[in-house]
């Protein structure tokens, strides 16, 4: 059974730094992309960011030089460092795997950005 668990969600100030990590099991994690969705309300999801399996990384334009994806294959975990973090970064952020055949969520960890 394919698990994806988010943590490190969680209320920071305007400006501040979160690390999201998402753990993955009963897939074959080195051989998966990954990457971070986010959904604020009332609006659509949205990619965030992506890495391959050999580590090319790709970034929305409205994150680009502030969020960071990475990937420990050793450990089955993606991570997201978010560093100057503003209001409109606010959202349910989401974990996904996938390969040609099939794709995998994770449940979401909210992130609020408020003073």
């Known amino acids: 059974q394919v698990q994806l668990v988010e943590s490190g969600g969680g209320l920071v100030q305007p400006g501040g730094s979160l690390r999201l990590s998402c753990a993955a099991s009963?897939?074959?994690?080195?051989?998966?992309?990954m990457a971070w969705y986010r959904q604020a309300p009332g609006k659509q999801r949205e990619l965030v960011a992506s890495i391959t399996p050999v580590g090319s990384t790709n970034y929305v334009f409205s994150v680009k030089g502030r969020f960071t994806i990475s990937r420990d294959n050793a450990k089955n975990t993606v991570y997201l460092q978010m560093n100057s973090l503003k209001p409109e970064d606010t959202a349910v952020y989401y974990c996904?795997?996938?390969?040609?055949?099939?794709?995998?969520w994770g449940q979401g960890t909210q992130v609020t950005v408020s003073s």
């Open positions: 009963g897939i074959i994690f080195r051989a998966y992309a």
């Open positions: 996904k795997s996938h390969d040609v055949a099939a794709a995998y």
